[in-house]
């Protein structure tokens, strides 16, 4: 397969997202949806990282925090509003640990498929100075029977002071979202994308009847990467069945304010 493009959405191999070389700029223009990129990590590594997670969990000097559809570790960018002292002591730890977790090198293997697709822009991890760097992701742990990760997108949070900094860098608004997937679930875990919902705000959305709206829905194999308009399309990962955690790592990325880099973050 080299790729399949089906309306807006973009399932690719790894070799093949340089046809589309200013795809970040694309999605973020609205152009493209998302891409599914195919074989970013192999099974291999990912099935090391996995381990690794479960067997390092209590030596590990982050803890995994508790979350509605599971657990998360990493930094936390709106724990604190305004004070990121702690999100940045975190995500210096979780740089780390990413370290001793991905054998090839988790920043290196991101940054190399986001340059392949940044219109020729540098790929950054965002930054506010050199001690305070952002974290390159967050681990996700989606436990089964907990109703998955609820209906957002990423537009509902930006007004935080948390993204004070990264707002005066890049252009949060309309930002695109990564995920890439360690372990899958049983059942479950899909990727859903609701394309026809109101553009009200987020406390109309309790009252938006899912079931019938409607919605693509995306299944990304263990290694693969999503990238999407996380900011601007409603979305939800479906709810996890059977005994294993769904586990993924991932984050944001947005084009610098000048246009001329590419910032991530998690
Ligand atoms: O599957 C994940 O890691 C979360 C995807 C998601 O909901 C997001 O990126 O906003």
């Known amino acids: 397969m080299a790729h399949v493009q089906n309306d807006l959405w973009l399932t690719l191999d790894a070799e093949s997202v340089t046809d589309y070389p200013d795809g970040v700029n694309q999605i973020y223009k609205g152009e493209i949806d998302g891409m599914l990129i195919k074989g970013v990590f192999s099974k291999e590594e990912m099935l090391k990282v996995k381990h690794k997670l479960e067997s390092q969990k209590d030596a590990l000097t982050l803890q995994r925090r508790t979350q509605g559809y599971g657990q998360l570790l990493g930094a936390l960018l709106v724990e604190n509003q305004s004070d990121t002292t702690k999100y940045f002591q975190d995500a210096a730890i979780l740089r780390d640990e990413l370290k001793n977790f991905f054998e090839s090198g988790y ?14 822009r540098t790929v950054e991890l965002a930054r506010k100075n050199a001690q305070q760097v952002y974290a390159p992701a967050q681990i996700r742990f989606v436990h089964p029977n907990q109703g998955g990760i609820k209906l957002h997108r990423g537009n509902e949070f930006i007004s935080n002071p948390a993204f004070d900094h990264l707002r005066q860098i890049a252009k949060i608004k309309d930002c695109l979202g990564y995920y890439i997937v360690i372990d899958k679930p049983e059942q479950g875990g899909e990727l859903f994308l609701y394309d026809l919902l109101p553009e009200q705000t987020a406390k109309d959305k309790k009252y938006w009847d899912l079931e019938k709206s409607q919605k693509r829905s995306y299944n990304p194999d263990i290694g693969d990467l999503v990238l999407f308009h996380e900011g601007v399309i409603w979305h939800a990962i479906s709810e996890v069945k059977g005994q294993k955690t769904r586990i993924t790592i991932g984050g944001f990325a947005t084009l610098s304010n000048d246009e001329h880099k590419i910032h991530y973050w998690g």
């Open 107 to 120: 920043e290196a293997t991101v940054e190399a498929i986001l340059t392949k697709i940044s219109g020729g």
